[in-house]
């Protein structure tokens, strides 16, 4: 007689074996947990297209976060040259070129039309080492865009082969043509950064 304390079991009729009722059940449970070559296709076609859907979506994600910052950059470089342009306004300048006083480190040069066009250098000691007005060329843009920013310039520099060790520039500043054309590296897009020395004015493109 069976009872509960016996190891439980059937009797095969046809091959006269008893087989235990626990390895029925753990097969059942193993088939059961188990994909089929179907399911495991179906799986696959669904992941696909998540993939396909979602890679295109965070790459126009990233490439608006791109835009973003350095439409901001431009924001700032736009507000810094208004600004530097009113304090030349108040400050009677008739007209003159000279460094403006009271904003940053009082070395921005401003044009005879009151727009910023250059940086002068500054000594050891953070003073102006001198007021005249140096050759305009690329370098012209790097002080601009460091002297009007100030500390939260980005990096800028003026070529790939400028690169210090260990820092990658986020801008490649060249002059064409009397404009400061600063171009945005960290992406294989063409955004720029244009300020015009004439006329003061900041465009970006995108």
């Known amino acids: ?14 091959r006269k074996t008893l087989i235990p009722l626990t390895r029925i059940k753990s097969e059942r449970l193993f088939n059961k947990a188990g994909f089929s070559l179907l399911e495991f296709t179906v799986a696959l076609v669904i992941i ?24 901001l950059t431009a924001n700032s470089l736009q507000g810094a040259v208004k600004l ?16 403006l006083k009271g904003y940053g480190r009082g070395n921005i040069l401003m044009g005879s039309k009151g727009w910023p066009v250059d940086a002068v250098l500054l000594d050891n000691n953070n003073q102006v080492s001198a007021t005249t007005q140096t050759p305009i060329n690329n370098s012209t843009c790097i002080r601009l865009w460091k002297g009007l920013l100030k500390d939260s310039a980005p990096k800028v520099a003026l070529n790939v082969e400028e690169e210090q060790i260990g820092i990658q520039p986020i801008y490649e500043a060249q ?28 465009m970006t493109l995108f």
């Open 175 to 202: 002059l064409i043509q009397g404009t400061c054309r600063y171009r945005y590296r960290l992406n294989l897009d063409d955004f720029q950064i244009n300020y015009d020395l004439e006329t003061g004015r900041v």
């Open 84 to 99: 530097t342009h009113s304090l030349w306004q108040s400050q009677g300048s008739n007209n003159q070129a000279g460094l």
């Open 1 to 14: 007689m069976i009872t509960l304390d016996n190891f439980v079991s059937i009797r095969n009729k046809e």
């Open 48 to 71: 696909s297209a998540l993939v396909s859907v979602l890679i295109p979506k965070l790459n126009s994600l990233q490439d608006d976060a791109h835009r973003a910052s350095v439409q």
